[in-house]
């Protein structure tokens, strides 16, 4: 099998890539890390030396592809399957385009930066960032909310590269953040759409052992 996929399975990131591969049933070999391990994360740096998840291995082509829509777009391209997720008409295409930009960028790291502060030590937390993380990310699931009223996916009917994105962050945001339906009831009818979708349900039954590592906040 020329598919590696190197990945933790409580990731957000390595679920978008990991939706993408079981939208259609693409062959491959995972290989989780444990970054806190010296040994694995000395080799999966030798991997890809800046030591972040996911990365995409192909043998048969000798390349290494970092980073989760780079990954997706890699899929798309080389390993085609039924389930187009970046469309062929080019217009549609840069609206999936947006969209993945949009979730990674104004969703994802936000709710990344939250919840990483957690595990910081006591004298290394940054009260200022993860208020303006929660601001920013308020506002952009206002808009996601808006604009979810009017459709079944992140952009328009067919799910796409854009979904794989907004899965595993809005789940997140979800569980450890804010409770999505208290005010954003189409971001929370969209979430729960997102989970039905067999192959982010396959990725969530994976990470189910890990799930009660992710840190909650301290009341």
């Not at 990945?7 to 806190?36: G, M, Q, W």
């Not at 009223?149 to 992140?154: I, Q």
């Amino acid at each position: 099998m020329s598919l590696t996929l190197y990945l933790h399975p409580l990731s957000s990131f390595c679920h978008k890539a990991l939706i993408a591969l079981y939208e259609n049933d693409r062959p491959f070999t995972p290989h989780n890390v444990d970054l806190s391990n010296a040994e694995q994360s000395s080799a999966f740096k030798q991997i890809w030396p800046v030591g972040k998840f996911p990365v995409l291995r192909d043998d048969a082509a000798g390349r290494v592809i970092p980073e989760s829509t780079s990954i997706i777009e890699y899929l798309a391209r080389h390993f085609p399957g039924s389930s187009k997720l970046i469309p062929d008409d080019a217009e549609a295409a840069l609206d999936v385009r947006a969209q993945d930009r949009f979730y990674d960028l104004n969703v994802h790291l936000m709710m990344q930066k939250i919840i990483g502060d957690r595990i910081r030590p006591a004298d290394s937390k940054d009260p200022y960032g993860v208020a303006y993380a929660r601001d920013k990310l308020r506002t952009a699931l206002a808009i996601v909310d808006k604009d979810m009223a009017e459709k079944t996916w992140a952009a328009g009917e067919t799910f796409s590269m854009a979904d794989c994105a907004a899965a595993p962050t809005l789940f997140y945001t979800d569980m450890v953040v804010m409770p999505l339906d208290v005010e954003f009831p189409n971001v929370a009818a969209y979430l729960e759409r997102l989970t039905k979708r067999p192959s982010y349900a396959r990725a969530l039954k994976e990470a189910e052992p890990y799930l009660h590592m992710v840190p909650r906040e301290k009341v």
